[in-house]
């Protein structure tokens, strides 16, 4: 039998190491259980084929002669992606000797952003063990006709953040901003106007951020939130100077968010041009939801968003419930609070949003992540969500860190994430105590861990950490001495930023600061001013 497997080794010049890389056509291969041939080179199965069979295994190669972090790609269509979470197919890296898989992954009708049968990529990562006969394998359960386009093998890239997450860069100061708070009372409002999220865009850096004390604070807001809006402003100097801010989201009239719109993230959609802003809301009703509004135009500066009719879109517990159900969860059931929301990406139709939750009569804290196509609609599970938690306290009890004996690490808060090469990479604060912020000197500790993982759907424990977390630790122990830190990339540069803050003179200001050639021990230790 003559195998016309194409494979090749590349040599990759700009940094002269070879770089393994296999490909394979599976209308070329034997390895057929059900379905034909498609185009010459794919192959294809209709509902009337065999079901709950392999449409692609073997091809039992021994050239993957590598340990290192490896990434398979499955080239799949679909004739048909209409709503319906019945798996598909199953595709799987299967190491033959051992007889044992070593990763698979599910996919429905949902998982596919396209129908009329084109190429959707579905990736698995592995490490395999040199010698051994590996097999990239699709199990095809039913109901459908799918294609199998090609398979293709790749070690993996850590981007250009792999250096500071090895140390191996540095850190620039390029900016230090305060945005004053107005008319705030003397007490700790005067801090109030923090939840910075930087969005940089054709050279220009847009920051949102929230805003108290625009108007007076009716009286049924009073010990819930003084009155917020969300505002933007530009800068062209990283941040050294802002220009004055327009108005984004408002708090509304009805009891889930008239006393105001916090925390949230902008996303611009590209592909249909507009802005999309998600942000915490709250109003008389004392209960923290999620709400939604969007701007047409590339412009974020140009008039207020208009507010999702479907607003709150999420209710607090409503996400949570769902990603905790079920055994093996990395989070309590119980947990709530869906906040300080992050639109990651959008990617063949779906918005991926990382969100904080809260468990308080339990004591427990984590970062839980969903897609959504239209804010309204969330799914927790799916090809590439971990339905379960991304970060809980299993990730932070071991860092550096002399944790309150009573409470250890509670989980993660706020986080922020940014691809760069094949990994996502994951800047998350995580405290003792309580997730809320403890301003005693000397009580909470408060402090940034740097995790990555090359798929989004790595539940917490299998997230890779730097050689020691945290990454960055306030000088002087506050709980929120470091608050609202965010990662983000600007064309081919990456920054980091956060608000430092000295409870004891009651300032603060937002750092960022670029990556740059250098090195860096953790922590960081970050002080005031
Ligand atoms: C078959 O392959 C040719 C050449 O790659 C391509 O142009 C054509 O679109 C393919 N047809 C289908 C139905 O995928
Ligand atoms: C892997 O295989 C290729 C070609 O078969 C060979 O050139 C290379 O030296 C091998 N690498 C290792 C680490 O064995
Ligand atoms: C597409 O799939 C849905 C759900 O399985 C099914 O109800 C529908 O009839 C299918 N449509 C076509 C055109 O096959
Ligand atoms: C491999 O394992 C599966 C179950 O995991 C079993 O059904 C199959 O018989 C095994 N194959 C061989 C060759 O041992
Ligand atoms: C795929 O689905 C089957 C059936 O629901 C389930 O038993 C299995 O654990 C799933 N595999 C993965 C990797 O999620
Ligand atoms: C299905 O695919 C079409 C185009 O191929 C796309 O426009 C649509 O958004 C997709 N629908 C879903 C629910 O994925
Ligand atoms: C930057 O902000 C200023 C002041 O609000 C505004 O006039 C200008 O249009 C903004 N520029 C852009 C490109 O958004
Ligand atoms: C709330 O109601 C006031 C008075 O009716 C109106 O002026 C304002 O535009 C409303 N705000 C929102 C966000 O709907
Ligand atoms: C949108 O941006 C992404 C990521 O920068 C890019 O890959 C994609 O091609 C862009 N799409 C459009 C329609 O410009
Ligand atoms: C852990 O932190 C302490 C200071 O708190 C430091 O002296 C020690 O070197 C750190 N350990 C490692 C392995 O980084
Ligand atoms: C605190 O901020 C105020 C106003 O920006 C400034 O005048 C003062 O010097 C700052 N104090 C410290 C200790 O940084």
Same mark, same amino acid.
């Given at each position: 039998m003559i195998l016309y497997v194409v494979t090749w080794l590349s040599l990759s010049?700009?940094?002269c190491v070879t770089a393994l890389q296999l490909e394979y056509f599976p209308g070329t $291969?034997?390895?057929?259980q059900t379905g034909s041939r498609f185009n010459n080179t794919g192959w294809i199965t209709t509902t009337q084929d065999a079901s709950e069979r392999y449409l692609t295994y073997g091809p039992?190669?021994? @050239?993957?002669n590598t340990t290192v972090p490896s990434r398979v790609d499955f080239y799949l269509g679909i004739d048909n992606n209409t709503t319906d979470p019945l798996i598909l197919l199953t595709v799987e890296v299967n190491d033959a000797d051992m007889n044992y898989t070593l990763t698979s992954r599910n996919i429905s009708r949902?998982?596919?952003?396209?129908?009329?049968i084109q190429p959707q990529i579905f990736s698995l990562y592995f490490s395999s063990t040199i010698g051994h006969r590996l097999e990239f394998r699709v199990f095809y359960h039913c109901c459908s006709t799918i294609v199998h386009y090609k398979t293709t093998v790749n070690e993996l890239d850590g981007g250009s953040l792999v250096d500071i997450f090895a140390g191996q860069a540095g850190l620039e100061l390029v900016s230090s901003s305060v945005f004053p708070t107005p008319?705030?009372?003397?007490? !700790? &409002?005067? *801090?109030?106007?923090v939840g910075t999220y930087i969005k940089p865009i054709n050279g220009r850096w847009y920051v949102f951020y929230r805003e108290g004390f625009y108007a007076p604070t009716p009286d049924f807001c009073n010990g819930i939130v003084p009155l917020t809006r969300i505002v933007v402003r530009n800068s062209t100097d990283f941040g050294k100077s802002w220009s004055e801010p327009a108005v984004v989201a408002l708090p509304g009239n009805s009891t889930f968010d008239n006393c105001a719109a916090l925390d949230g993230a902008p996303f611009f959609d590209n592909e249909t041009s507009s802005w999309h802003y998600l942000a915490q809301c709250i109003g008389n009703n004392r209960r923290w939801s999620l709400c939604h509004y969007s701007r047409s135009g590339?412009? +974020? *500066?140009?008039g207020p968003f208009t507010p999702n009719?479907?607003? +709150?879109v999420v209710q607090g517990g409503q996400l949570w419930s769902r990603i905790c !159900?079920? &055994?093996? #969860?990395? /989070?309590?059931?119980? *947990?709530?609070? @869906?906040?300080? +929301? @992050? =639109? =990651?990406q959008k990617v063949n139709g779906w918005f991926y949003i990382t969100f904080h939750g809260w468990d308080a009569p339990n004591n427990k804290a984590a970062r839980g992540i969903a897609r959504t196509r239209d804010f309204v609609n969330y799914d927790?599970?799916?090809?590439?969500? +971990?339905?379960?938690?991304?970060?809980? !306290?299993l990730d932070c009890n071991g860092w550096n860190i002399t944790w309150n004996? #009573? !409470?250890l690490c509670v989980g993660g808060g706020e986080g922020s994430m940014v691809k760069s090469g094949d990994y996502y990479y994951h800047l998350i604060e995580a405290p003792d105590? &309580?997730?809320? /912020?403890?301003?005693?000197?000397? @009580?909470q500790n408060w402090v940034l861990g740097l995790l990555r993982s090359?798929?989004?759907?790595?539940?917490? %424990?299998e997230w890779e950490q730097i050689?020691?977390?945290?990454?960055f630790k306030p000088? #002087? #122990?506050? %709980? /929120?001495?470091? $608050?609202y830190h965010r990662i983000f990339r600007d064309g081919d540069d990456f920054f980091f930023s956060m608000f430092v803050i000295d409870f004891g003179v009651n300032n603060l200001t937002m750092k960022v600061w670029k990556v740059v050639p250098g090195k860096t021990s953790f922590p960081v230790i970050v002080s005031y001013p």
């Open positions: 010049l700009c940094y $291969q034997p390895y057929h039992y190669t021994t @050239e993957w949902l998982d596919f952003g396209y129908n009329n008319h705030a009372d003397p007490s !700790s &409002t005067a *801090m109030w106007n590339s412009d +974020p *500066m140009s009719l479907h607003n +709150p !159900s079920g &055994t093996g #969860k990395h /989070c309590t059931s119980t *947990m709530y609070d @869906e906040g300080t +929301p @992050e =639109i =990651i927790v599970a799916g090809y590439d969500l +971990p339905n379960d938690a991304l970060f809980s !306290s004996p #009573k !409470s105590g &309580t997730l809320n /912020c403890d301003v005693t000197l000397d @009580e090359p798929t989004l759907s790595a539940r917490s %424990g050689h020691y977390n945290p990454a000088a #002087k #122990k506050y %709980g /929120c001495g470091l $608050q």
